[in-house]
Nanobody
Framework: QVRLVESGGGLVQAGGSLRLSCAVSGSAFSINVMAWYRQAPGKQRERVASIARDGSTDYADSAKGRFTISRDNAKNTAYLQMNSLKPEDTAVYYC????????????WGQGTQVTVSS
C-alpha cells in the first residue's frame, strides 16, 4: 500500500523559511510526478508546485521566486523549500504522488500545517 508522510511544517514569522519533506513508501512502480498542494481555511485546495521524475518543475504564480520543489528519486522523497513566507501562505500543505501503473493513480499525504505569523 502506498503511503505518503509529510513533515517539516510549523509556525514561522513572516519573512522566515520552512522546508517540507514528503516520503513515499510502498510503491512497486516509479513515482512519475510529485506535487505540493495547500488548503487554507475556507478555501479550495490549490497546487503550489510539481516536479516530474526528470526534474522538470512547475510553480503556481504565488510560489514563483520564493518556493523551490525538489526530489530525491533514490529516496522517493520530495521537498518544498519555502522562503520569504507570508501570512497568506498559512495553510495545510499536502503532498501528492502520481504513479502510472496501467492507469494513473493519485496518492495523498495527511497534510502538515504551516502557519506564518505577521
Amino acid at each position: 500500500q502506498v503511503r505518503l508522510v509529510e513533515s517539516g511544517g510549523g509556525l514561522v514569522q513572516a519573512g522566515g523559511s520552512l522546508r517540507l519533506s514528503c516520503a513515499v513508501s510502498g510503491s512497486a512502480f516509479s513515482i512519475n510526478v510529485m506535487a505540493w498542494y495547500r488548503q487554507a481555511p475556507g478555501k479550495q485546495r490549490e497546487r503550489v508546485a510539481s516536479i516530474a521524475r526528470d526534474g522538470s518543475t512547475d510553480y503556481a504564480d504565488s510560489a514563483k521566486g520564493r518556493f523551490t520543489i525538489s526530489r530525491d528519486n533514490a529516496k522517493n522523497t520530495a521537498y518544498l523549500q519555502m522562503n520569504s513566507l507570508k501570512p497568506e501562505d498559512t495553510a495545510v500543505y499536502y503532498c501528492k504522488a502520481i504513479i502510472f501503473a496501467l492507469a494513473q493513480n493519485n496518492y495523498w499525504g495527511q497534510g502538515t500545517q504551516v502557519t506564518v505569523s505577521s
